[in-house]
């Protein structure tokens, strides 16, 4: 694994991991949830190198060891930077690997961007992975009211306790006999303690933050906004059985209809059992690893 730095057209510094195989079929992005960083994706970006795929991981903007601000995104219109960041960071990748197809992996709110961003740039990618999938909120227009009523008294960069609970705070409230707050991200106590001791792991957003956050969520679920997509796009939607964030059944079920119906035909489905919302962070993660290189070679 290398490291590199990509200075996007507004000035940001991305810090990216590289990981590079002997005789690559393809390359990977990617993008990884909130609160989180490119660290975390090192096993699987490594198991994916391993099997013939290079892997190119880019801490999200506001995220990571080099985040100016952890949680900020930008003093406007936040939301279309990460959305830019994605694009300028697929022609980076489209540049080093000219000759191999690109793929894309994203987790969590990493599916929200990615989402928001497949409403212009479906055709960048052969095929794209979601895990995770965060199902839209029918009250995401009131939180992004909130978000800029409540910047007017504490600032866009202030934190808002309110706002943590909008987002992330109801999740734990699904788990039976929860020993920690952070326990619906999966079954694996281990991987549980090892997100609570990171400390580039689990700081909330700003509150300009969550309003971009709000945003991209208003965004992927937008009528009419998806035009001139790739139809043919193959997307493999992947998650836990228990995990709370997908919605559950009704919400996962939601996403899945939501893409078909903005016109992508070739979207497949798998729910793995025992498993919650970090589903590559399970003991049993090198299943789902297994079927993410079958989706892509299939």
Wanted: glycine fraction near 8%.
């Amino acid at each position: 694994m290398k490291e590199e730095i990509l200075k996007v057209s507004d000035g940001y510094e991305l810090s990216l991991a590289i990981y590079e195989s002997k005789n690559p079929k393809g390359v990977f992005m990617i993008m990884h949830g909130m609160e989180e960083h490119k660290g975390r994706y090192d096993y699987v970006a490594s198991e994916l190198a391993k099997n013939g795929y290079n892997v190119v991981v880019s801490d999200m903007r506001g995220h990571g060891k080099n985040a100016p601000v952890q949680g900020f995104f930008a003093r406007k219109k936040g939301y279309q930077r990460l959305i830019d960041d994605y694009v300028e960071l697929s022609e980076h990748i489209k540049s080093l690997y000219n000759d191999l197809p690109l793929y894309v992996f994203a987790h969590s709110m990493g599916t929200i961007t990615l989402r928001a961003l497949l409403r212009t740039h479906s055709f960048d990618f052969k095929k794209a992975v979601l895990s995770g999938y965060p199902n839209y909120n029918g009250a995401i227009p009131v939180a992004i009211f909130l978000a800029k009523f409540i910047s007017i008294f504490k600032g866009k960069d202030g934190h808002s306790k309110m706002l943590d609970n909008l987002s992330t705070g109801s999740f734990n409230k699904k788990i039976k006999d929860p020993k920690t707050p952070v326990d619906w991200l999966s079954y694996n106590k281990e991987n549980v303690q090892e997100y609570i001791n990171d400390p580039l792991s689990g700081i909330p957003f700003t509150i300009s933050g969550y309003r971009d956050l709000f945003t991209l969520m208003k965004l992927m679920n937008k009528k009419g906004s998806y035009k001139g997509i790739n139809t043919c796009l193959p997307i493999y939607c992947i998650s836990g059985e228990d995990d709370p964030c997908t919605g559950g059944e009704k919400g996962r079920n939601a996403s899945i209809d939501k893409l078909r119906g903005q016109g992508f035909s070739m979207v497949q489905v798998k729910t793995y059992p025992k498993m919650r919302h970090e589903i590559l962070k399970e003991k049993e993660k090198d299943v789902v690893i297994s079927d993410i290189i079958k989706f892509i070679e299939s």
